[in-house]
């Protein structure tokens, strides 16, 4: 250890000797006294650093969470006050549920609930079996041309068909023009998410496979017995990852849903904010009201769009951090 700077004070008394020892190292001043214990006294530059990092850190984390926290006080506020609102709002303006009720009242918003609803369970279920399927297969050693068959997989992270051929495959010829398959299947299996499962499954010690081979079990069941129950931080972060994808998707809808019915609720949130329709929302009214209530209903559909993905972080917190890490680690 080198140290920047080492001294050792004595003090005698009654016979005893005491001391007192300093060590500096990288502007870090440890003491340790006769009874050995250990007292780390920061230097002033460090200390600056430290008080300037978390007052940065403050800074962002509130310039980061004041735009959602102005939707969700702007959907509870009235309408007109809100409009004439010029300063940071902090509080809601008038206290009301009405922009929520009148989202409530139109059937689009609860029918793109379903329909989004339908894609992400129906999506992640089939995203998780065949992304499990192709990461197990390429992670096995003992298959042929595994490298070039990865190879060619890594390739479509960086080539694609582009959109025209994407619309072309769909509609001509698999047929699937204005059904939900359209929109499931493109995204199917993600490259990066095999990456990341392939790593996992790599990490597997290969005496627990063998183990269970010579009791008799064959790919099926070493995948689903062995591989996956011991592969939950990797699950759960890629169940967040095409979840969060299916939950934002609207691009693919608009391309190939033409019935308004099959609409996510994305699709239905675009066309309120961008095209600003909120006129089936605030019939009866006249159209200085129109223009108010509007706004506070463009609001509420934000947060009944987002809240339900933001609640389901909490829940795989604690696999996402070790999931997540899994291809910086191994290779």
């Given amino acids: 250890m080198n ?3 080492q001294s050792t004070r004595y003090k005698g008394g009654s016979g005893n000797l ?25 230097s ?25 926290w102005y ?12 409009v004439k609102n010029t300063n940071l709002l902090i509080k809601p303006l008038g206290f009301t549920t009405g922009a929520y009720k009148l989202m409530m009242e139109n059937p689009m918003i609860v029918r793109g609930y379903a329909n989004t609803l339908f894609i992400l369970v129906t999506g992640v279920v089939l995203n998780l079996l065949f992304t499990t399927l192709a ?13 070039f068959v990865m190879m ?23 047929h699937l023009n204005n059904s939900y398959w359209a929109v499931i299947l493109p995204t199917l299996v993600s490259t990066y998410n095999v990456i990341i499962m392939r790593t996992s499954f790599l990490g597997i010690p290969a005496a627990l496979e063998e183990a269970a081979k010579i009791d008799g079990a064959g790919h099926w069941r070493v995948l ?30 608009s391309i190939f849903l033409k019935d308004r019915e099959k609409y996510p609720i994305q699709l239905i949130l675009r066309e309120i904010l961008i095209n600003n329709d909120t ?52 290779g």
Avoid at 135 to 147: D, E, I, Q, T
Avoid at 235 to 245: F, K, N, R, S
Wanted: aromatic share 14%; proline share 3%.
């Fill in 224 to 253: 689903f017995q062995v591989v996956l129950p011991i592969s939950l931080p990797v699950l759960a972060v890629i169940t967040l990852y095409y979840a969060v994808g299916h939950w934002n998707a609207w691009f693919n809808a």
């Fill in 279 to 330: 006129a089936s929302m605030t019939q009866g009214s006249s159209a200085g009201d129109q223009q108010s209530i509007g706004e506070s209903v463009k609001y509420a559909v934000v947060v009944v769009a987002t809240l339900p993905i933001l609640c389901a972080y909490p829940f795989l917190q604690k696999y996402f951090v070790k999931g997540a890490m899994i291809g910086a680690v191994k």
């Fill in 3 to 5: 140290l920047q700077n």
């Fill in 18 to 42: 005491i001391y007192e020892r300093t060590e500096k190292k990288d502007g870090i001043k440890t003491k340790r006294g006769g009874d050995g214990n250990m007292k780390i006294k920061e």
């Fill in 135 to 147: 990461a197990y297969f390429l992670s096995r050693k003992n298959v042929y041309w595994a490298k």
């Fill in 71 to 82: 939707v969700l006080v702007a959907s509870f506020s009235d309408s007109n006050l809100l």
């Fill in 44 to 68: 002033r530059g460090r200390r600056i650093f430290d008080i300037f990092n978390v007052c940065l850190m403050i800074i962002i984390m509130i310039v980061m969470i004041y735009p959602i």
């Fill in 152 to 174: 060619m997989i890594v390739v479509t992270m960086f080539f694609s068909g582009g959109l025209i051929p994407l619309y072309l495959t769909v509609t001509k010829m698999y």
